[in-house]
């Protein structure tokens, strides 16, 4: 799914660096020289769309129930490990060679142990989730925000 920015000082490019959801947040408040808040997830990406380097290699995670049984993947570019949680029948994928998920890799044991790890370690860490209080947005953030149309 693509990510599309725009923002004051940013240029037109196509990034091939995987990225998740969770780095709007991160990204978003580094934009406004903002704080991240302490623990939360995601990496900001604010250096990578003013042409600096992208974030570290990680795993990103995903869940979700689109085709029946509940599914979890694991991306570490350039593969992916979807985990069917009913049967725990995992596939894996070279997203590189087979972007649109056609053929599963067989026999690469390591890989899918390595990525499963990957992805339980994840799920951990989400799962023990930060609590937040409200908040109230002193003015001028406030209005930052107001001008990238993120409120109202």
């Known amino acids: 799914v693509p990510l599309i920015v725009w923002a004051p000082g940013i240029e037109g490019r196509r990034v091939t660096t995987p990225v998740s959801i969770a780095d709007i ?33 990680r795993a990103l995670v995903a869940e979700g129930t689109l085709y029946g049984a509940e599914r979890k993947s694991v991306v570490l570019w350039t593969y992916k490990l979807i985990r069917n949680e ?6 894996l994928y070279d997203l590189e060679q087979d ?7 067989r026999g690469a044991d390591d890989l899918v142990g390595l990525l499963s790890r990957r992805l339980d370690e994840q799920l951990a860490a989400s799962a023990a ?17 107001r001008s990238l149309g993120y409120i109202r």
Do not use: K, M
């Open 25 to 57: 947040a991160p990204t978003v408040l580094e934009a406004l020289d903002q704080p991240a808040y302490p623990g939360t997830f995601g990496t900001s990406l604010w250096p990578l769309l003013l042409g600096g380097a992208g974030p570290a290699e």
């Open 86 to 91: 009913r049967n725990g029948r995992t596939v």
């Open 129 to 145: 989730g930060v609590s937040y209080e409200s908040t109230e947005l002193d003015p001028e953030l406030r209005e930052q925000l």
């Open 99 to 105: 972007p649109g998920e056609q053929s599963p890799i």
